[in-house]
């Protein structure tokens, strides 16, 4: 059974409205997704009967807002088939994920000279919190290259491990702009063997592929709400639970502290250690309705799906002329979205005339400055697909572009 993208693409209010009378197309999800119904509903569902602070009250309101809570977190932890919910940690974001595992393994566990091991492909929030901690502790921030295809080098990784100093592996799950997928079980199986931790950043994965942590067996791995059709506002870590109990916490105050004196703290217990200040509650009542929502499509469908729209966009941006696709132009070889540069043309001045009619692509470099440093470009045109995407929303494509060129070279 086939995805009904325009039955789909009904549940999202956001998609009805009009741009200057055109009809909204929008092929921006690795930046963010929209949000169906069933979430805002959720969410203000929540909010109208349910809302309080969790974990710190006896009455009804607080009872109800910390089962719905730990519900989300149950949620999150059949979702990524983690094995406890104690490796669950609810973060605000994929970035503050990353981060927490630089400075709070990274800082007390890593010494100078040790070596983090991260991609060319890497968005910067898998990048920046590695060259602070360069800045901090003095380790050696390596590279790992990529082929002319941006597909994982995997000579330059395996030299790299040889040396025995890289004591971590900071890796995508999938590109956010070529949308190529590292092969994760391969090169998680070779860190652990050379001696290292593996994060998987899978802020652009986890809406296009099952994810499994426990198959996978990485040690951490973060993704973000807002880009699986749930809210902003609320991201995830996963850690090995004996690796987050070695860590210190992150941030200090409510929530966090078991015991609290005049002179000390002692931490409390998992994952509250890392969970301080009142957390994203609806936001994490929004996440799980967006999981539940999810599973009402197979993964096999949404992957036939997914295919069926990248080989159908592959196919149009190749109509147009001094159009140049990045990456691979195979739709079995990528996930998620398709970059491209035209000749004469910037993606900025590109994507402003296309969004006046609705179209809403990304350009830019998309936080992935050294790829683009690589490929030797300074910007690029995104297109990204979701479970909503329709042909109409790809074909589109070729008579918009086609026209804005015109107008760009007059």
Known sequence: MSLDS????????????KIDDHPMMYLDASATSQKPQIVLD??????????ANVHRGMHVLSERATTEYEKARESVRRFLNASSTDEIIFTKSSTESINLVARCYGEHFLKEGDAVLVSILEHHSNIVPWLQLKEKKGIDVRWIEVDQQGQIRMDSFESQLAE????????????NVLGTLPPLKEMIASAHKAGALVIVDAAQLAAHAQIDVQDLDCDFLAFSGHKIYGPTGIGV???KKDLLGAMPP????GMMIKEVT????????????????????????????AIEWQKTFSWKDRQDHEREMLALALSELKKIEGLHILGPKNPDQILGCISFVVDG??????T???????????????????????????????????????????????????????????
Do not use: W
């Open 352 to 410: 402003d005339i296309l969004g006046s009619q609705g179209i809403c692509l990304r350009a830019g470099h998309h936080c992935a400055q050294p790829l683009h440093d690589t490929l030797g470009i300074p910007a690029s045109t995104r297109l990204s697909i979701s479970l909503h995407t329709t042909k109409d929303d790809i074909l589109i494509l070729t008579p918009a572009i086609t026209k804005a060129i015109k107008i760009l070279k007059k």
């Open 164 to 175: 025995k100093k890289v004591k971590m592996v900071a890796i995508t799950g999938l590109s």
């Open 6 to 17: 325009a039955s789909i693409r009904r549940q999202f209010p956001l998609l009805q409205q």
């Open 42 to 51: 959720a969410m203000n569902d929540f909010y109208t009967t349910s809302n």
């Open 250 to 253: 992150f941030l200090g105050g």
């Open 262 to 289: 005049r002179g000390h703290f002692v931490a409390t217990d998992l994952p509250a250690k890392f969970e301080a200040g009142t957390p994203p509650i609806a936001e994490a009542v929004g996440l799980r309705t």
């Open 237 to 239: 870590l996963y850690g």
């Open 345 to 350: 043309v910037h993606p900025h001045d590109l």
